[in-house]
C-alpha cells in the first residue's frame, strides 16, 4: 500500500521560492512515478511535474518550465518539488501523487494514489 506525506506549504511573497517534500513509502515494483500535482481555488488539477523514481527522467509542464526542479533523494525515500519566482497563480494546493506505468506522467487523471497536499499560497 503506497503512502505518500506532503510537506513544506506555506505563505510565501511574489518572487520567493518554496521547496515541497513527498515522504513516499510501500512502493512494492518497479516502473512508478511520483509527480506534483495542484489544484487552486475553483480550477481543475494540473500536473506540474513528474519523476520516474530510479531515473532522471523528469517531466515538466509547460506553464512551470523554467522555475521548477523535481528530484528525488532515495535515502529518505523523498521526492522534492522546488518552485522559483512565485507568483499568484501558483497558489494552489499541491499535492504529490504515484503510480506505475504511466503514458501521461503530468495527467492527473493517471495517478490513483494521492497524499493529503500541502497548501502554497503566493501574495
Known amino acids: 500500500h503506497v503512502q505518500l506525506v506532503e510537506s513544506g506549504g506555506g505563505s510565501v511573497e511574489a518572487g520567493g521560492s518554496v521547496r515541497l517534500s513527498c515522504v513516499a513509502s510501500?512502493?512494492?515494483?518497479?516502473?512508478?512515478?511520483v509527480a506534483w500535482i495542484r489544484q487552486a481555488p475553483a480550477k481543475g488539477r494540473e500536473g506540474v511535474a513528474s519523476?520516474?523514481?530510479?531515473?532522471?527522467?523528469?517531466y515538466y509542464a509547460d506553464s512551470v518550465k523554467g522555475r521548477v526542479a523535481i528530484w528525488q533523494d532515495n535515502a529518505n525515500n523523498t521526492i522534492y518539488l522546488q518552485v522559483n519566482y512565485l507568483r499568484p497563480e501558483d497558489t494552489a494546493m499541491y499535492y504529490c501523487?504515484?503510480?506505475?506505468?504511466?503514458?501521461?506522467?503530468?495527467?492527473?487523471?493517471?495517478?490513483?494514489?494521492w497524499g493529503q497536499g500541502t497548501q502554497v499560497t503566493v501574495s
Open positions: 510501500g512502493f512494492t515494483e518497479s516502473g512508478n512515478y
Open positions: 519523476n520516474y523514481t530510479g531515473t532522471d527522467r523528469t
Open positions: 501523487a504515484a503510480d506505475r506505468l504511466l503514458m501521461r506522467p503530468l495527467d492527473p487523471s493517471e495517478y490513483k494514489c
